[in-house]
């Protein structure tokens, strides 16, 4: 592993929120062919006036990477994301996940966090995955997403393409009703190449459609994420940019703290309007979180809502202007990472404990064993065993 200052470049700029200099990349984890695709990963350091590497901090940033269909979520999608998550988990030297999405789009200048399934691959069994020799033209362009600068061949986002008080992609629609975003340029890239025709929506699903791979099953496997961000003892932060819709409104449920864009952040909870229902965490713990009519509201009415309402609900817990949303998710990692270690770790489980039944009790149970395992009453058992004799648990009182 490198440790010597220079020895990890700065990052390419993957979002217009994202500070390359704060971030470096994750060794056995890289961006692009043959590696992540629909999802970036960064471990946040420190870096001295030149640029270069100086140390790391216990923080990871881990952001959707579909810009241009509202950071929406396929299988493969997924599969990065839990991939991604799962090693922040097993890494000893992380205590906080900022959870965010890559912008703004490249298509209209538009902003999420994600819009949850994306609707083109839907089948009757789940989420379809994409053949491997298929390829989706519109994924893979972070670079050129995130300097907020139209990428090659494509145009500048205008008025009229899409506003953010509309549906994702800006048309006033239900966020989930098909792939969102898709209704300003060509087919699979969001763009409008010279010389040839309008963006057909319906030809972009057909493509959509024409790339499910049929020898694979559906997968609905994003509740794995959702059980996985639940149960990872570190404090997952979601950064909020733009639309959190469908099941990325579940996400941001799901994680143990909330930032959202005063300028952008849109939420709306778009199951029904789909033939879709969170009826795990994304409706009840929504429920023990803001009440359970409000709640029932969210759900039954699918209305569309800013970030100043989801910090008065309790949604979210702070809105923040959006150029400082990265900056401020920063200040509340550090925050965390101060703390105890344990006592996060032991809090978060906690917290949990009372709405994951046996579940919840078991994840709890074993922290509390591993804490035991630390001290000299347990080791006087280990080694007792070991050494084919009578425990002495004299020197231990019983407490009360």
């Known amino acids: 592993m490198p440790?010597?200052?220079?020895?990890?470049?700065?990052?390419?700029?993957?979002s217009e929120l994202f500070d390359p200099t704060r971030w470096r990349e994750v060794e056995g984890l890289p961006h692009g062919p043959g590696g992540l695709t629909d999802v970036t990963y960064h471990r946040g350091c420190v870096r001295d006036a030149s640029g270069s590497w100086v140390r790391d901090l216990p923080v990871v940033r881990v952001a959707f990477n579909r810009p241009e269909v509202r950071n929406a979520f396929r299988p493969r999608t997924v599969d990065e994301l839990y991939h991604v998550l799962d090693h922040a988990r097993m890494s000893g030297d992380v205590g906080a996940?900022?959870?965010?999405?890559?912008?703004?789009s490249p298509r209209d200048g538009g902003w999420a966090f994600s819009s949850g399934g994306d609707q083109r691959v839907r089948g009757r069994d789940g989420y379809r995955y994409e053949r491997e020799d298929a390829t989706d033209p519109g994924i893979g362009t972070a670079a050129s997403v995130g300097t907020g600068t139209p990428a090659p061949g494509s145009v500048t986002p205008s008025a009229g393409t899409?506003?953010?008080?509309?549906?994702?992609?800006?048309?006033?629609?239900?966020?989930?009703?098909?792939?969102?975003?898709?209704?300003?340029?060509?087919?699979?890239?969001?763009?409008?190449?010279?010389?040839?025709?309008?963006?057909?929506h319906d030809a972009d699903v057909a493509a959509a459609r024409a790339r499910i791979d049929t020898a694979r099953a559906g997968r609905l496997h994003v509740l794995e994420v959702q059980r996985l961000i639940r149960t990872m003892p570190k404090v997952v932060i979601a950064a909020v940019p733009g639309w959190a819709a469908g099941g990325?409104?579940?996400?941001?449920?799901?994680?143990?703290?909330?930032l959202a864009s005063?300028?952008?952040?849109?939420?709306?909870?778009?199951?029904?309007?789909?033939g879709s229902f969170d009826a795990g965490y994304g409706s009840t713990l929504l429920a023990r979180q803001i009440g359970d009519k409000r709640a029932r509201e969210i759900f039954f009415l699918a209305r569309t809502y800013d970030a100043v309402t989801a910090e008065r609900w309790g949604v979210v817990n702070e809105a923040v202007p959006h150029a400082e949303l990265e900056e401020?998710?920063?200040?509340?990692?550090?925050?965390?990472?101060?703390?105890?270690?344990?006592?996060?770790r032991m809090l978060k489980l906690a917290f949990n404990l009372a709405d994951d039944g046996l579940a919840g009790q078991q994840v709890f149970a074993g922290e509390a064993t591993r804490l035991a395992y630390m001290t000299d009453e347990a080791v006087e058992g280990r080694?007792?065993?070991?050494?084919?004799?009578?425990p002495d648990w004299s020197p231990f009182p019983y407490y009360f």
Not at 5 to 13: A, D, K, M
């Open 3 to 14: 440790t010597r200052p220079g020895e990890r470049p700065v990052p390419t700029r993957v």
């Open 97 to 104: 996940v900022i959870l965010t999405g890559n912008g703004p």
């Open 162 to 200: 899409g506003t953010e008080d509309t549906a994702p992609g800006g048309v006033a629609s239900d966020t989930e009703t098909l792939a969102p975003g898709l209704d300003t340029a060509t087919p699979g890239t969001g763009t409008t190449t010279p010389g040839t025709t309008a963006y057909s």
């Open 248 to 258: 990325g409104h579940s996400l941001n449920v799901v994680c143990d703290l909330s």
């Open 262 to 274: 005063l300028e952008h952040a849109r939420f709306k909870q778009t199951d029904a309007s789909v």
């Open 328 to 344: 401020r998710a920063l200040e509340y990692a550090a925050i965390v990472a101060g703390k105890s270690p344990q006592a996060i």
């Open 383 to 390: 080694d007792a065993f070991l050494q084919r004799r009578d």
